[in-house]
């Protein structure tokens, strides 16, 4: 079984730097700009809810788990399509099949547990929208770090199954046409054989298991809508502002990993431009637009941020 290093394509060059000789350093730039606006913003909305103590509750613990998620992703993927950036001459970037695992490892495990982040807020929301009475006794600081740590745990171990199957596999192919390492993407390299079909299944069982914390949060939002619909104008108003911030991100995210999964489906082994540029997407669009959403559209966060942006100008 193959253990050694192989070769990954650097997406970025295969789909454009050849052709774009000269630019690779304003690409570099633009990247680096984005994440540097990555690491501000989730680190500001994170330091403000940590720092504000009318903002310890637990929609917002779970907000800045979900932003701390996210920052954790960007730190994983930016500095290698970075580095990817800088040597795009060469065509080819090299990393090792360790590397590409624990990357792999990562990214899948903080994406299952954006997905049960997204769904704990929307059950939050539900209970104290829809039973405001016992709302302070169902949801306390202890129920809350337990449904964080389960949140992040059972995407870890079933990630981990998937990594160890993955890792296991002889490689036939050594080319990866993706802008970072994902498990599915790197199977999809082997030689075939029982060991790659049953890890290949059980990435896809892996997948199937985003539906359950996706149609749980849906449940939670249609009843939601449904109390709301019964209630006074303001009262709706009030939760369903509250509520859309997620639903934004819920929805950005969803389209997201569907749209990358249906072109795999339909792309099967084949190398396509369309699955890298969804690659791309799945790195670009959540980090970027995750931060801005939580810090503009809830009211109590963006009143803190303007306040501290406002107080450094002033300064």
């Known amino acids: 079984m193959t253990s050694a290093g192989f070769n990954v394509t650097s997406s970025l060059t ?3 730097f050849s052709s774009l000789s000269g630019h690779s350093s304003l690409l ?30 637990p929609m917002f613990a779970f907000v800045a788990s979900f932003l701390l998620n996210s920052l954790t992703v ?14 795009s001459g060469a065509g080819l970037v090299q990393v090792s099949r360790t590397l590409c695992l624990c990357q ?19 059950f939050d929301r539900y209970l104290s929208i829809c039973h405001p009475m016992h709302y302070a006794v169902l949801v306390t600081p202890a129920k809350v770090v337990l449904m964080l740590l389960f949140c992040w745990m059972l995407p870890a171990i079933l990630v981990a199954v998937s990594t160890l199957l993955a890792s296991r596999i002889p490689l036939c192919r050594a080319q990866l046409n993706r802008v970072y390492c994902d498990l599915y993407s790197l199977v999809s390299l082997s030689c075939g054989g029982a060991e790659a079909q049953l890890s290949r299944l059980y990435i896809l069982l892996l997948a199937a298991v985003i539906v359950y914390p996706a149609a749980f949060l849906l449940f939670s939002y ?24 997620h639903l934004l991100v819920f929805f950005n995210f969803t389209i997201c990993v569907c749209l990358d999964l249906l072109l795999r489906g339909l792309q099967s082994n084949r190398e396509s431009d369309s699955t890298l540029i969804t690659s791309i997407l799945m790195l670009l669009v959540p980090t970027l637009l995750n931060p801005v959403v939580y810090g503009l559209k809830l009211k109590e966060v963006f009143t803190h941020v303007k306040r501290l942006l406002s107080c450094r100008r002033d300064s």
């Open 14 to 16: 295969l789909v454009g």
């Open 28 to 57: 570099f730039f633009v990247f680096l700009l984005l994440y540097l606006f990555v690491l501000f913003s989730d680190s500001l909305v994170i330091y403000i809810i940590c720092s504000q103590r009318a903002l310890h509750r």
């Open 74 to 87: 960007s730190t994983l993927t930016y500095p290698k399509l970075l580095s990817d950036l800088l040597l």
């Open 104 to 122: 792999g490892f990562f990214v899948s495990t903080l994406g299952g547990a954006s997905f049960m982040l997204l769904s704990a807020m929307a």
């Open 222 to 245: 249609a009843r939601i809508l449904f109390i709301c619909l019964r209630r006074s104008r303001s009262f709706s108003s009030k939760a369903l502002h509250t509520c859309l911030p």
